[in-house]
Protein backbone atom coordinates (compact mmCIF):
# COMPACT_ATOMS: atom_id res chain seq x y z
CA UNK A 1 0.00 0.00 0.00
CA UNK A 2 1.21 3.37 -0.92
CA UNK A 3 1.93 5.68 2.04
CA UNK A 4 -0.20 8.34 0.61
CA UNK A 5 -2.59 7.55 -2.22
CA UNK A 6 -4.88 10.43 -4.35
CA UNK A 7 -7.07 9.37 -7.31
CA UNK A 8 -5.40 10.51 -10.30
CA UNK A 9 -8.62 12.04 -12.12
CA UNK A 10 -8.69 13.85 -14.12
CA UNK A 11 -12.08 15.59 -13.20
CA UNK A 12 -13.44 17.72 -15.25
CA UNK A 13 -15.67 19.94 -14.37
CA UNK A 14 -17.63 23.31 -15.77
CA UNK A 15 -16.87 26.52 -14.60
CA UNK A 16 -18.66 27.33 -11.14
CA UNK A 17 -19.16 23.35 -9.90
CA UNK A 18 -18.21 22.16 -6.24
CA UNK A 19 -15.02 19.74 -6.52
CA UNK A 20 -13.54 17.71 -4.21
CA UNK A 21 -10.32 15.15 -3.70
CA UNK A 22 -9.59 12.76 -1.25
CA UNK A 23 -5.94 12.07 -0.04
CA UNK A 24 -5.42 8.79 2.23
CA UNK A 25 -2.50 8.07 4.26
CA UNK A 26 -1.16 5.19 5.93
CA UNK A 27 0.67 6.24 8.57
CA UNK A 28 -1.00 7.02 11.58
CA UNK A 29 1.66 9.07 13.29
CA UNK A 30 2.13 11.09 10.54
CA UNK A 31 1.84 14.88 11.74
CA UNK A 32 1.03 17.55 9.66
CA UNK A 33 -1.08 17.56 6.37
CA UNK A 34 -1.09 20.15 2.92
CA UNK A 35 -2.44 20.55 -0.20
CA UNK A 36 -0.71 21.71 -2.42
CA UNK A 37 -1.37 22.91 -6.64
CA UNK A 38 1.26 22.18 -9.29
CA UNK A 39 0.61 23.78 -12.88
CA UNK A 40 2.17 22.05 -15.91
CA UNK A 41 6.07 22.43 -15.72
CA UNK A 42 6.11 24.26 -12.89
CA UNK A 43 7.30 23.67 -9.29
CA UNK A 44 4.58 22.61 -6.44
CA UNK A 45 2.97 25.66 -4.67
CA UNK A 46 1.80 25.50 -1.12
CA UNK A 47 -2.02 25.92 -1.45
CA UNK A 48 -2.82 25.02 2.06
CA UNK A 49 -2.05 23.34 5.05
CA UNK A 50 -4.73 21.20 6.89
CA UNK A 51 -5.59 21.50 10.44
CA UNK A 52 -7.16 18.85 12.70
CA UNK A 53 -10.30 21.64 13.07
CA UNK A 54 -10.42 21.80 9.28
CA UNK A 55 -9.54 25.67 7.47
CA UNK A 56 -10.88 27.40 4.77
CA UNK A 57 -9.47 30.40 1.95
CA UNK A 58 -11.61 31.87 0.04
CA UNK A 59 -13.04 29.56 -1.91
CA UNK A 60 -11.04 26.18 -1.00
CA UNK A 61 -12.20 24.47 2.16
CA UNK A 62 -9.74 21.77 3.64
CA UNK A 63 -10.85 18.69 6.11
CA UNK A 64 -8.69 16.43 8.01
CA UNK A 65 -10.13 13.18 9.54
CA UNK A 66 -7.33 11.21 11.67
CA UNK A 67 -9.46 8.39 12.41
CA UNK A 68 -10.05 7.51 8.83
CA UNK A 69 -6.93 8.78 7.92
CA UNK A 70 -7.65 11.01 4.95
CA UNK A 71 -8.02 14.32 3.70
CA UNK A 72 -10.01 16.30 1.72
CA UNK A 73 -9.69 19.35 -0.14
CA UNK A 74 -13.16 21.09 -1.55
CA UNK A 75 -13.47 23.81 -4.41
CA UNK A 76 -16.03 26.03 -4.48
CA UNK A 77 -17.49 28.24 -7.73
CA UNK A 78 -14.48 26.28 -10.03
CA UNK A 79 -12.83 28.92 -11.81
CA UNK A 80 -11.08 27.92 -14.82
CA UNK A 81 -7.90 29.33 -13.19
CA UNK A 82 -8.35 26.34 -10.97
CA UNK A 83 -6.99 23.91 -13.71
CA UNK A 84 -3.69 22.15 -12.50
CA UNK A 85 -2.53 19.18 -10.56
CA UNK A 86 -3.22 18.69 -6.61
CA UNK A 87 -0.74 17.05 -4.80
CA UNK A 88 -1.52 16.56 -1.04
CA UNK A 89 1.71 15.66 1.31
CA UNK A 90 2.14 14.32 4.50
CA UNK A 91 4.69 14.59 6.80
CA UNK A 92 6.59 12.20 9.52
CA UNK A 93 9.45 13.45 11.21
CA UNK A 94 10.07 16.83 8.84
CA UNK A 95 9.76 14.80 5.57
CA UNK A 96 6.89 15.18 2.96
CA UNK A 97 5.29 12.11 1.34
CA UNK A 98 3.50 13.68 -1.84
CA UNK A 99 0.27 11.53 -3.33
CA UNK A 100 0.53 11.23 -7.17
CA UNK A 101 -1.89 14.05 -7.69
CA UNK A 102 -5.32 14.77 -8.84
CA UNK A 103 -5.32 16.42 -12.18
CA UNK A 104 -8.41 19.24 -12.46
CA UNK A 105 -9.81 20.58 -15.56
CA UNK A 106 -12.31 23.21 -15.20
CA UNK A 107 -14.04 23.89 -18.70
CA UNK A 108 -16.34 27.19 -19.57
CA UNK B 1 7.57 31.46 2.69
CA UNK B 2 10.83 31.85 1.28
CA UNK B 3 12.24 32.86 -1.90
CA UNK B 4 14.91 29.76 -3.38
CA UNK B 5 16.53 29.33 -6.64
CA UNK B 6 18.03 27.17 -8.26
CA UNK B 7 20.57 26.88 -11.31
CA UNK B 8 20.41 26.03 -13.81
CA UNK B 9 16.90 25.70 -14.91
CA UNK B 10 17.33 23.32 -17.38
CA UNK B 11 20.42 21.32 -19.33
CA UNK B 12 20.62 18.37 -21.63
CA UNK B 13 23.71 16.54 -20.89
CA UNK B 14 25.07 13.56 -22.57
CA UNK B 15 25.37 9.72 -20.93
CA UNK B 16 28.04 9.72 -18.57
CA UNK B 17 28.37 13.03 -17.87
CA UNK B 18 27.90 14.52 -14.19
CA UNK B 19 25.99 17.34 -13.62
CA UNK B 20 25.97 19.34 -10.37
CA UNK B 21 22.86 21.50 -9.28
CA UNK B 22 22.65 24.72 -7.13
CA UNK B 23 20.38 25.38 -4.68
CA UNK B 24 20.01 29.08 -2.47
CA UNK B 25 17.76 30.21 -0.20
CA UNK B 26 17.49 33.97 0.66
CA UNK B 27 16.87 32.97 4.30
CA UNK B 28 18.50 30.75 6.84
CA UNK B 29 16.37 27.06 6.87
CA UNK B 30 17.38 24.16 8.76
CA UNK B 31 15.69 21.42 6.55
CA UNK B 32 16.34 21.03 3.00
CA UNK B 33 15.38 18.75 0.86
CA UNK B 34 16.26 17.22 -2.77
CA UNK B 35 13.47 15.96 -4.91
CA UNK B 36 12.81 14.48 -8.02
CA UNK B 37 9.76 14.08 -10.10
CA UNK B 38 9.95 12.07 -13.67
CA UNK B 39 7.46 13.37 -16.41
CA UNK B 40 3.92 12.28 -15.16
CA UNK B 41 5.02 11.19 -11.76
CA UNK B 42 4.45 12.77 -8.30
CA UNK B 43 7.21 13.81 -6.40
CA UNK B 44 10.03 11.19 -4.79
CA UNK B 45 12.54 12.45 -2.07
CA UNK B 46 15.91 11.84 -2.60
CA UNK B 47 17.75 12.65 0.57
CA UNK B 48 17.38 15.60 3.28
CA UNK B 49 20.59 17.73 3.07
CA UNK B 50 22.17 18.10 6.45
CA UNK B 51 24.34 21.39 6.92
CA UNK B 52 28.05 19.89 8.10
CA UNK B 53 27.20 16.16 7.93
CA UNK B 54 26.55 13.76 5.60
CA UNK B 55 23.03 14.15 3.55
CA UNK B 56 20.05 11.18 4.81
CA UNK B 57 19.04 9.26 1.59
CA UNK B 58 15.88 7.50 0.92
CA UNK B 59 15.76 3.95 -0.05
CA UNK B 60 16.80 3.57 -3.63
CA UNK B 61 19.24 6.58 -3.66
CA UNK B 62 23.02 6.22 -2.59
CA UNK B 63 25.72 8.96 -2.14
CA UNK B 64 27.69 7.91 -5.38
CA UNK B 65 25.06 8.61 -7.48
CA UNK B 66 23.69 11.60 -5.65
CA UNK B 67 25.97 13.23 -3.76
CA UNK B 68 24.92 16.64 -2.10
CA UNK B 69 26.67 19.40 0.05
CA UNK B 70 25.24 21.40 2.50
CA UNK B 71 28.25 24.29 3.35
CA UNK B 72 25.68 26.55 5.35
CA UNK B 73 22.16 27.03 6.21
CA UNK B 74 21.10 28.94 2.87
CA UNK B 75 23.35 26.48 0.33
CA UNK B 76 23.16 23.13 -1.35
CA UNK B 77 24.21 21.25 -4.22
CA UNK B 78 23.03 17.90 -5.80
CA UNK B 79 25.45 16.29 -8.01
CA UNK B 80 23.82 13.56 -10.80
CA UNK B 81 26.63 11.85 -11.32
CA UNK B 82 27.48 9.45 -14.07
CA UNK B 83 24.42 10.05 -15.88
CA UNK B 84 21.89 7.74 -17.78
CA UNK B 85 18.40 8.43 -19.72
CA UNK B 86 16.98 7.00 -16.87
CA UNK B 87 17.93 10.15 -14.69
CA UNK B 88 16.22 12.43 -17.15
CA UNK B 89 13.72 13.99 -15.19
CA UNK B 90 13.21 17.25 -13.19
CA UNK B 91 15.12 17.88 -9.48
CA UNK B 92 13.94 20.30 -7.25
CA UNK B 93 14.99 21.48 -4.01
CA UNK B 94 12.24 22.50 -0.74
CA UNK B 95 13.13 24.12 2.80
CA UNK B 96 11.01 23.75 5.68
CA UNK B 97 10.04 27.08 7.00
CA UNK B 98 11.02 26.72 11.01
CA UNK B 99 8.08 27.27 13.18
CA UNK B 100 5.59 26.18 10.62
CA UNK B 101 6.19 22.81 9.04
CA UNK B 102 5.51 24.70 5.46
CA UNK B 103 8.06 23.16 2.81
CA UNK B 104 8.44 25.41 -0.28
CA UNK B 105 10.10 24.53 -3.74
CA UNK B 106 12.38 25.82 -5.73
CA UNK B 107 11.52 26.31 -9.34
CA UNK B 108 13.43 23.20 -10.32
CA UNK B 109 16.03 21.96 -12.81
CA UNK B 110 14.83 19.96 -15.96
CA UNK B 111 17.44 17.49 -16.75
CA UNK B 112 17.57 15.20 -20.01
CA UNK B 113 20.35 12.82 -20.58
CA UNK B 114 20.53 11.77 -24.22
Known amino acids: RKEVEQDPGPFNVPEGATVAFNCTYSNSASQSFFWYRQDCRKEPKLLMSVYSSGNEDGRFTAQLNRASQYISLLIRDSKLSDSATYLC?????????FGTGTRLQVFP | SAVISQKPSRDICQRGTSLTIQCQVDSQVTMMFWYRQQPGQSLTLIATANQGSEATYESGFVIDKFPISRPNLTFSTLTVSNMSPEDSSIYLC???????????FGPGTRLTVT
Open chain 1, 89 to 97: AVSFTDKLI
Open chain 2, 94 to 104: SVVISGTGEQY
